[in-house]
């Protein structure tokens, strides 16, 4: 597949003006709740996107890498909803207003679009260079999902990375949110707001989940233009999925079971693919068809088994922050009330109150 520096260009431009026309026109100084009803209407107007740029690639390319794309949008929109346990803990953590969620979800997705966009050019760099880059793509695809099946990663927490412990560090940041600001003046001093740092942290953050979904996707193309493509409309629709889907996330119980099988699934593919190279010719070369089947088809068995399972207590609302350590009932209901009363409010990251943490203290 050949990709022009015109056509990389236009793309670029493409998906930038979108996401500037979301956060500086349609929802520029809008303070109201992203609701149930606004996030389906968003989610269904990016996944609108996504389809036609992917009919455009079958249009101009062919249905083969048109299936190839598809194949990847969709595993990357799958493997994204564990980002969204994780966005919940963040939100929550430093306390973030519900009216400036949005904007600082959206700050976030350009950060990690800007990241991941320079793991992909490493990651197809070595992979047209050494062929044994597969072997190692699946040994981490196999062994991600062995984590999953065993559930290591069911009590994990949101740890500060590098990137936010040097900017909470070094940045001079205001104690308290201002509005939905990223920046602010206190005694003639300019400063970053604790918005800011939590931009940051979910741009960051999402970088971790790259380093499986982004080998996940060469399993299925080694086109690097298809994969950022993907990438970029599976990232730009994960901020209205968040609200979307809220509560919800937590009765797909059986998710972390499909996606394990698709990671796994795609992990031998990459290792077949790389046995074939090397002149193994008993190793199937296993079609893009037959991996866009399987991953449609464990995705839609996952849900609905998920869905049948009768919900354990009431779900939070959309896009309400969950307070970690209460959301199975550990802790008292004055820390939650506590935690409750500082998102209302939209007092940033403090130091004295129960849960909250000081946006500058590494």
């Not at 790259?210 to 990232?235: Q, R, W």
């Not at 037959?290 to 354990?312: D, E, N």
């Amino acid at each position: 597949m050949h990709v022009s520096p015109w056509v990389w260009a236009l793309t670029l431009v493409g998906i930038l003006a979108v996401i500037l026309i979301d956060l500086l026109v349609i929802h520029r100084n809008d303070t109201r709740e992203f609701d149930t009803r606004r996030a389906a209407f968003w989610s269904a107007v990016y996944i609108s996107l996504a389809v036609v740029f992917g009919l455009g690639v079958w249009l101009f390319s062919g249905g083969e890498y048109a299936a190839q794309y598809f194949g990847g949008f969709v595993t990357e929109k799958s493997l994204s909803v564990d980002n969204l346990f994780v966005f919940m803990v963040i939100l929550a953590r430093f306390a973030v207003p519900k009216h400036a969620q949005h904007k600082v979800l959206m700050a976030g997705i350009i950060i990690a679009l800007i990241l991941r966009g320079a793991f992909i050019a490493v990651g197809a760099a070595a992979i047209s260079t050494f062929t044994w880059v597969f072997f190692i793509f699946g040994a981490i695809l196999i062994w991600t999902a062995i984590g999953l099946v065993r559930g290591d990663d069911e009590d994990e927490e949101f740890k500060e990375n590098f990137l936010l412990r040097w900017a909470k560090r070094v940045l001079p940041t205001s104690d308290d949110y201002d509005g939905d600001k990223a920046f602010t003046r206190k005694n003639g001093r300019r400063m970053v707001t604790p918005l800011f740092i939590v931009m940051i942290a979910i741009g960051s953050t999402d970088v971790l989940f790259a380093l499986d979904s982004i080998p996940a996707i060469f399993g299925l193309t080694t086109e690097p233009y298809l994969v950022f493509t993907a990438n970029a409309f599976a990232l730009m629709g994960l901020v209205q999925l968040y609200f979307l889907l809220g509560g919800l996330t937590d009765r797909l119980v059986y998710l972390g079971h499909g996606l394990a099988f698709i990671l796994g699934f795609i992990g031998l593919k990459l290792i077949f693919h790389a046995l074939h190279e090397y002149g193994q010719h008993w190793a199937p070369e296993i079609p893009i068809w037959l991996s866009l089947a399987v991953i449609a088809g464990t995705l839609v068995a996952v849900t609905v088994a998920s869905l049948a399972v009768p919900p354990k207590k009431a779900a939070p609302k959309p896009g309400e922050p969950v307070v970690p350590g209460t959301e199975k009932g550990a802790g008292n209901g004055a820390e939650k009330d506590a935690g409750d009363a500082s998102v209302e409010s939209g007092r940033g990251p403090g130091r004295d109150g129960p849960g909250e943490v000081d946006a500058r203290r590494p």
